[in-house]
């Protein structure tokens, strides 16, 4: 049982790039969530989704697009990269909507 | 003014010691509070969850006072291996388990 994987564990875009982080868990968990998280700043909800084929915005979802076509992935697309984009990823899963929420080891993003 | 708010410290004390951490919210909708421990560089894992009774794990104490908004964390006897930053956490209703997180605050046992 991995729980929540995530890759990739660092990558350097350019300006105007495009990538998608990857994220799964084995759990058999609904509710999945991607978060941002800046230096020295709280974590920040950037897509959420309720089960597959469900997703929805979070509190920052400018620059980013996601998709859940199966309960186990849940990867989010930067297509244009930019600078103010850099900062560390961090996927999560729960069961329910009142469970804890687990997550993944993160992705450091730095946009150049 | 933020959702969550902490104190960002950083907290450095000697092992052994007696720390408490405080956190305010301002959402009075907010239906449950958690810690959260993030140590460097690694994904946040919750710690324990805030009851209004109060409760206890080990060496740590939580507490919640919904008439002040606000809650906190004891840590008794630290020890080095509580080197970490502690994120204070809110959940909100909305069916998605909407979590607000506070920035952090860190925390640096030295012996």
């Known amino acids: 049982n991995a729980g929540v994987t995530q890759t990739p564990k660092f990558r350097i875009l350019k300006i105007g790039q495009s990538m998608t982080l990857q994220c799964t868990q084995d759990?058999?968990?609904?509710?999945m969530y991607w978060y941002r998280q800046d230096p020295g700043m709280g974590l920040k909800l950037i897509y959420y989704?309720?089960?597959?084929?469900?997703?929805d915005k979070g509190e920052v979802p400018n620059g980013y697009n996601v998709s859940r076509s199966t309960t186990e992935d849940f990867p989010l697309r930067l297509e244009l990269a930019a600078p103010s984009q850099t900062s560390v990823y961090f996927c999560?899963?729960?069961?329910?909507?009142?469970?804890?929420?687990?997550f993944g080891p993160g992705t450091r993003l730095l946009v150049l | 003014r933020k959702e969550v708010e902490q104190d960002p410290g950083p907290f450095n004390v000697p092992e052994g010691a007696t720390v408490a951490f405080n956190c305010t919210y301002s959402?009075?909708?907010?239906?449950?509070f958690f810690w959260y421990r993030q140590d460097c560089r690694k994904e946040p894992k919750l710690l324990m969850s805030?009851?209004?009774s109060g409760n206890e794990d080990g060496r740590f104490t939580a507490q919640l006072n919904r008439a002040s908004q606000y809650i906190s964390l004891l840590i008794r006897d630290s020890k080095l291996s509580d080197s970490a930053t502690y994120l204070c956490?809110?959940?909100?209703?909305?069916?998605?388990?909407?979590?607000?997180f506070g920035a952090g605050t860190r925390l640096a046992v030295h012996p």
């Open positions: 999560a899963s729960t069961l329910g909507s009142q469970e804890t929420q687990y």
């Open positions: 759990m058999n968990h609904n509710y």
């Open positions: 989704s309720v089960g597959a084929g469900i997703t």
């Open positions: 959402n009075s909708a907010s239906q449950s």
């Open positions: 805030v009851y209004s």
């Open positions: 956490v809110g959940a909100f209703s909305g069916g998605y388990n909407k979590l607000i």
